[in-house]
T-cell receptor
């Protein structure tokens, strides 16, 4: 069975510092994608970054980077230079490609950025 | 380009009633997925529709149903509401929802409260 585990229910980071949010996944399939979403208090899920299982390089999108370690089945999100607006829930998700568009989500990490 | 829209945004119902939620995907997107988000269970996949056909279904009772119209708009219906159905219901659309990378764009959600 596929599963996403986020072991940090909540985290604090000082403004302008970097922070790493952990995510481990479990699947026996070879073709899958890993996603990170941000959910502010308004509720909308905002796509941040994607990593495909066959991608050899770690994905980066502006201040977001994904530290992909396939052998360890981890896909940690790194946010550089944290901003107050980064305070939100962050979800790691996985899609196994032979299962269509279904996303499997972790329980989330609540990030609080301190001024 | 307009994003994913969901109506209504908020809904209050009583136990035993039924409810219909609507989702309009981004223009040109043919795949629509539905998710339920609760504090206890987190984000759970309900079902996915592609070109008016249900392609995938999560582990929810038959009280939860959905459909997709020829213009890709989707509705989900919950019959005989229970207190545990209180949740944020999120809809996501994507271009194909098929194999390979395919970003899903989420709507703002419908917050359902069952009294």
């Amino acid at each position: 069975a596929q599963k996403i585990t986020q072991t940090q229910p909540g985290m604090f980071v000082q403004e302008k510092e970097a922070v790493t949010l952990d995510c481990t996944y479990d699947t026996s399939d070879q073709s899958y994608g890993l996603f990170w979403y941000k959910q502010p208090s308004s509720g909308e899920m905002i796509f941040l970054i994607y990593q495909g299982s066959y991608d050899e390089q770690n994905a980066t999108e502006g201040r977001y980077s994904l530290n992909f370690q396939k052998a360890r089945k981890s896909a940690n999100l790194v946010i550089s230079a944290s901003q107050l607006g980064d305070s939100a829930m962050y979800f790691c998700a996985m899609r196994v490609y032979n299962q269509g568009g279904k996303l499997i989500f972790g329980q989330g990490t609540e990030l609080s950025v301190k001024p | 380009k307009a994003g994913v829209t969901q109506t209504p945004r908020y809904l209050i119902k009583t136990r035993g009633q039924q409810v219909t939620l609507s989702c309009s995907p981004i223009s040109g997107h043919r795949s629509v997925s539905w998710y339920q988000q609760t504090p206890g269970q987190g984000l759970q996949f309900l079902f996915e529709y592609f070109s008016e056909t249900q392609r995938n279904k999560g582990n929810f009772p038959g009280r939860f149903s959905g459909r997709q119209f020829s213009n890709s708009r989707s509705e989900m219906n919950v019959s005989t509401l229970e207190l545990g159905d209180s949740a944020l219901y999120l809809c996501a659309s994507s271009l194909r929802g098929a194999v390979s990378y395919n970003e899903q764009f989420f709507g703002p959600g419908t917050r359902l409260t069952v009294l």
